[in-house]
């Protein structure tokens, strides 16, 4: 706790300190974003009523810097301490925290960062990768879109098609433990989108820590913009192990496909709807089943929202691990979970 306070208030001398260098500079943002939520069928409890932190996006900071090379050439970094602001913890880990070079050679980014899934499926997520979002919580569920000792390369832009590239060094102990591998390509050309990423990923079995366990995962993903509505389309396929160490281990294999919508009824209002079927070939660990969510924002002013959140997930399987509504709750073997939250978020 004490560490991490430092931390952030090492950052924030930097901003002093930027202002010093003409060819320099560093940026303070962020998000406090707290809700009002009633969860249903979400854990031993059952039914929960309860203030959280982090409807739309994870309370954070995000501390950025970035210096002019010359040449076109740039320097910058990003680091995210995150918090929970219903209690203002500080979170354990930085949600983000890497330092790159970018040029018209495109750029190369290391440390701890986002997977080429992530910018994948994330784009054509409704909810933005938000705490109710089915794509996080069906489609990604345990496997990774976050990695640690991260390299990451993503190409210049050519017509509109650019690639991602990481390697990830994993626990760095000798073993496989964590290293992860991706490539990525997206292609935009006016209102259409589309991607797709594969990637591998070892881990150790939490239950047998002298067995190296590996997964694979396929993504493509889609939207087109029609005025102010944008349908959106992703498709994945996973075959593997996954886990959460020490909790959770399992393998399994299957696939699943989210049809989902943005539309911005007016420059202050927008709606997103998302829905989800996961089909796993096995069903034992994890299960096939269904999930939707809707939600609706209105900007206050240009950087105050409010907010109404609303999901559910039909676990159809009697399994060891049901699919959440939400990652801050885990639902019991055979709930079917309904979430539904009321909040408010700042971003400064």
Do not use: C
Request: no cysteine.
């Amino acid at each position: 706790m004490k560490t991490n306070k430092r931390l952030v208030a090492a950052a924030a001398l930097l901003l002093v300190g930027g202002a010093a260098f003409a060819q320099s500079k560093v940026s303070l943002s962020g998000f406090v974003d707290l809700n009002l939520e009633y969860l249903k069928d979400s854990g031993k409890n059952g039914s929960l009523k309860r203030i959280s932190s982090g409807g739309l996006n994870n309370s954070r900071f995000n501390i950025s810097g970035i210096e002019d090379l010359g040449g076109n050439s740039r320097a910058y970094f990003t680091i995210e301490p995150m918090f929970s602001a219903d209690t203002g913890e500080m979170n354990s880990q930085f949600r983000q925290s890497f330092v790159g070079l970018r040029g018209d050679w495109g750029d190369v980014t290391m440390g701890r960062q986002f997977t080429p899934s992530f910018w994948v499926a994330g784009y054509a997520d409704p909810n933005w990768a938000s705490a109710y979002s089915m794509v996080n919580a069906m489609q990604f569920f345990y496997a990774s879109y976050r990695v640690d000792n991260a390299l990451q390369y993503r190409t210049p832009n050519f017509g509109g098609l650019t690639g991602r590239f990481m390697y990830a060094f994993g626990k760095e102990d000798g073993s496989k433990a964590g290293r992860f591998m991706s490539a990525a390509a997206e292609y935009r050309s006016g209102p259409l989108f589309v991607g797709f990423a594969a990637e591998k990923m070892y881990q150790r079995d939490v239950f047998n820590k002298t067995e190296m366990r590996s997964a694979r995962d396929n993504y493509l993903s889609a939207t087109y913009r029609i005025g102010s509505v944008e349908p959106t389309f992703v498709f994945h396929t996973y075959d593997g192990y996954y886990a959460y160490p020490p909790y959770v281990g399992f393998t399994s294999k299957g696939w699943d496909t989210q049809l989902g919508v943005r539309w911005n009824i007016t420059d202050r209002t927008r709606v997103h709807a998302s829905y989800v079927h996961r089909k796993d070939d096995k069903n034992v660990d994890i299960g096939t089943a269904d999930g939707l969510t809707l939600g609706v924002t209105h900007g206050l002013s240009k950087r105050t929202d409010v907010y109404i959140l609303a999901s559910h997930v039909k676990n159809k399987k009697d399994v060891a691990l049901a699919y959440p509504v939400s990652w801050s709750a885990s639902p019991s073997a055979g709930q079917s979970p309904t979430g539904i939250a009321f909040g408010i978020r700042h971003a400064f």
